[in-house]
């Protein structure tokens, strides 16, 4: 259910995007998915760091924080940003989560009910992107 909730604002910038949602314009969904979007994708290294510290191994540690790097390095604004455009950038860091996710789950460090969550919340977090991304 805390995962579900946790799709919702995707969805509503989705909505906003494809102008479902009276009142608000694309440009404001595009803006919703970006900054929800770069928090989860931090969020989800703090996931990841939760599992390495369960016992993991040192590279564990290191994987867990890539998505949070990614996403420091796709936010506009500041000067180690890598430009472009931060929704197509969003949709490599959640595939990017994905790949970690099976690797933590393959060496035992995440749940072996992990993917069956991770799995279809990802597929709906990257229809949205990918619907957002488009101009």
Known sequence: MLTAAGALPFLAGAA??????LGMAPAQGQALLQFYGLIIL????????GFAARGGPGWAYGLSVLPALYAFFAAPGHPWSIGGQV???????F??????????????L???WWLSLRLPVTALV??????????
């Open 16 to 21: 906003m995007v494809l102008g479902f949602w």
């Open 42 to 49: 931090s969020f989800m290294s703090g996931v990841l760091w």
């Open 87 to 93: 929704l197509s950038h969003l949709v490599a860091g």
């Open 95 to 108: 595939l990017l989560v994905l790949v970690l996710d099976a690797v933590f789950q393959a060496r035992g």
């Open 110 to 112: 995440a749940p072996r």
């Open 126 to 135: 990257l229809a949205c992107l990918w619907v957002a991304r488009i101009d």
